[in-house]
């Protein structure tokens, strides 16, 4: 059976164990709370060894082949212009329709959740690069470790071979026990569900977000099935370019309902390898940093949810240059999310609204309810980016090897 099938019935029946089950009693709330958490943490849990010792391997054969500068090029362009594309697409997409306003509510202010830009410097450098190793939620620090080694080893390739041999082994090890732990987050995915459904409900029956949730649908069904494919026939030259589209449908499910980037991360390089045929050398030095820094569907809900806000606030039309102001912060924001792999899309809300200050610095609250849909929509985006992105990357630098569809997991 495929993975995507087994992650999509998985789905389906925490769906309806959502509907079935008295989630309203504390005792069994607490406990979907706890597998939900236990889920995240199990998925998460083989993210730092597979990214570190893929990582080292990968910058050392990209070394070596001269081939680092051509794919770091190519993976600075790619995350760059997709983040202004999904950033652009809400723009036009808010400005376009406008959805009916939210309610003023009455809430009171708690703490806002700020970026903290030198708490990610201090992770990245902490006072040993072993600690690095420690972070499972800012992972650029083990993957730069990753690259020190990796690059550092190819200055003398018969005195660190011993090394590249170890990191060779480690790596594949470490990849197979991530596919067993790929397999068995499916039936987590039941939990995962359970827990989103009843989150999900409460904000529909609300009625309030509904436009909102629609026009992130369409967004994405628009970035997923129309620009991205496109994007593809045209720079890759793939006359199938929705085969890559198929490959992401399990990393979509994962991303979406679990609202974490790092989540998927490991069954987006299984699919990348074993689906689409992308290099270990690219999956290892390229898919990483696409799940940090290419964060443009945190941008396009950054920017939808803000504009909703200020004409929920005011029936003035937004200035030209306020609106321009507000695409290249959420553009700009978007590259200081990699410490936050959920919940990067509101926070980003949440510092928007403090830099435009205006009375605006609470109005993220407003959309404090549908927070959890909200970045699940942001991280469909960015899974999807990386799955799309990795591909143009692999193709440029040709480390690739096409598989048909019928050999895809």
């Known amino acids: ?118 708490k990610l410097f201090r992770a990245l450098f902490p006072y040993s ?12 620090s083990a993957y730069f470790f990753a690259l020190l080694i990796g690059c550092a080893s190819t200055s003398d390739a018969v005195l660190f ?36 459904t009843v989150q999900f409900k409460a904000i529909i ?41 198929y490959a992401s449908l399990c990393s979509l499910i994962a991303s979406f309902f679990s609202g974490d980037s790092n989540f998927a991360l490991l069954i987006n390089i299984r699919h990348g390898k074993e689906s689409l045929g992308i290099r270990r050398r690219i999956n290892g030095a390229v898919h990483p940093i696409f799940t940090i820094f290419a964060r443009g569907g945190s941008a396009l809900v950054t920017t939808v949810g803000f504009i909703m806000i200020w004409r929920s606030y005011s029936s003035l039309p937004i200035p030209i240059i306020d ?5 290249f912060t959420s553009f700009g924001i978007s590259f200081l999310l990699g410490g936050f792999p959920a919940g990067g899309a509101f926070i980003s809300l949440t510092v928007l609204c403090t830099l435009y200050s205006k009375g605006f610095e609470t109005g993220f609250l407003l959309l404090k309810p549908a927070a959890p849909i909200i970045c699940s929509f942001a991280a469909a985006f960015d899974a999807l980016t990386a799955m799309f992105g990795t591909y143009i990357v692999a193709v440029k630098t040709k480390l690739i090897e096409h598989h048909g569809i019928n050999h895809f997991i």
Do not use: Q
């Open 1 to 118: 059976m495929k993975v995507w099938i087994k992650y999509l019935f998985a789905a389906i029946f925490g769906i309806i164990c959502a509907l079935i089950l008295p989630v309203n009693n504390p005792a069994v709330a607490a406990a979907i709370n706890f597998l939900t958490e236990i889920v995240i943490r199990f998925g998460r849990y083989m993210v730092i060894p597979v990214i570190f010792f893929t990582g080292i391997i990968a910058f050392n054969r990209l070394r070596e082949n001269h081939l680092l500068i051509k794919t770091a090029v190519w993976t600075g362009s790619v995350i760059a212009v997709s983040s202004l594309i999904l950033t652009a697409v809400g723009l036009i997409s808010i400005l376009v329709v406008k959805l009916p306003r939210i309610p003023i509510t009455v809430e009171n202010v708690t703490e806002a959740t700020s970026l903290n830009v030198e």
């Open 129 to 140: 690069a072993f600690e690095t190793l420690n972070n499972g939620t800012f992972i650029f």
């Open 161 to 196: 071979r011993p090394i590249t041999t170890l990191a060779d082994s480690l790596s594949k090890l470490m990849y197979n026990i991530g596919i067993i732990f790929t397999e068995f987050l499916a039936y987590g995915m039941v939990a995962i569900l359970c827990y989103w």
């Open 205 to 245: 029956l609300s009625g309030v977000f509904t436009p909102m949730i629609i026009m992130f649908l369409v967004d994405l069904v628009l970035v997923a099935g129309v620009i991205y494919p496109l994007i593809i026939r045209y720079l890759c030259h793939d006359p199938h370019p929705y085969r890559i589209l």
């Open 323 to 327: 609106i321009l102001w507000i695409l």
